[in-house]
């Protein structure tokens, strides 16, 4: 089947760690997206890459990074610089058109701090 | 940035009641979109709209694309258990933006039985 799988479902991180969040996607789209949602509040934009080897920062980039080394995967690093972590992460994708631009986003990761 | 305004934040309903809820931009955009999100869930997409005053079903769910181009509409007729979630509204603004969608916060349906 086509779509975006991310993984795990659940993450625990232990201060000072850096963990990694999956992003695949199988859909032969362009443009990638890692958002980050709160209890109570819409989606901020971490990063997103429009094509391969090139990325840029979101409304909340500090504290993340990310790598676009193959078309269908972009995966997200929370570093230890970040100081609250704890979130609710999506992925998502899209074939990028100035008119059209819908995203398709996976199942998301649940990151907790233990 | 593009910011959208999307109402009400939450919604207590009884099942079999219509729903409404809508968004408003400062700015004009190009495309509306609405997704749902279960608990625990990523989004799914429900309806795209691509035109001024184009009017969407899919199924039970209508969206309207308005006419001045800053604002949406979703209605949901005789709600069922199932559309318990939150809807957020997402829109493409007009230019294009490198960084895709914005969304809205998002509005929380609860269905009392």
């Known amino acids: 089947d086509g779509g975006i799988t991310q993984s795990p479902k659940y993450l625990f991180r232990k201060e000072g760690q850096n963990v990694t969040l999956s992003c695949e996607q199988n859909l032969n789209h362009d443009a990638m997206y890692w958002y980050r949602q709160d209890p109570g509040q819409g989606l901020r934009l971490i990063y997103y890459?429009?094509?391969?080897?090139?990325?840029q920062k979101g409304d909340i980039a500090e504290g993340y990074s990310v790598s676009r080394e193959k078309k269908e995967s972009f995966p997200l690093t929370v570093t230890s610089a970040q100081k609250n972590p704890t979130a609710f992460y999506l992925c998502?994708?899209?074939?990028?058109?100035?008119?059209?631009?819908?995203?398709?986003f996976g199942a998301g990761t649940r990151l907790s701090v233990l | 940035g593009q910011q959208l305004n999307q109402s009400p934040q939450s919604m207590f309903i009884q099942e079999g009641e219509d729903v409404s809820m809508n968004c408003t931009s400062s700015?004009?955009?190009?495309?509306w979109l609405w997704y749902k999100q279960d608990p625990g869930e990523g989004p799914v997409l429900l309806i795209a709209?691509?035109?001024?005053?184009e009017l969407t079903s899919n199924g039970r769910l209508t969206a309207q694309f308005g006419i001045t181009r800053k604002d949406s509409f979703l209605n949901i007729s005789a709600s069922i258990p199932s559309d318990v979630g939150i809807y957020f509204c997402?829109?493409?603004?007009?230019?294009?933006?490198?960084?895709?969608?914005?969304f809205g916060k998002g509005t929380h349906l609860i269905i009392q039985p």
């Open positions: 700015s004009i955009f190009n495309t």
């Open positions: 997402a829109g493409q603004p007009s230019g294009g933006g490198a960084d895709g969608l914005t």
């Open positions: 998502a994708s899209s074939i990028y058109r100035d008119t059209e631009n819908i995203q398709y």
């Open positions: 890459s429009q094509i391969v080897n090139d990325f």
């Open positions: 709209l691509y035109k001024a005053g």
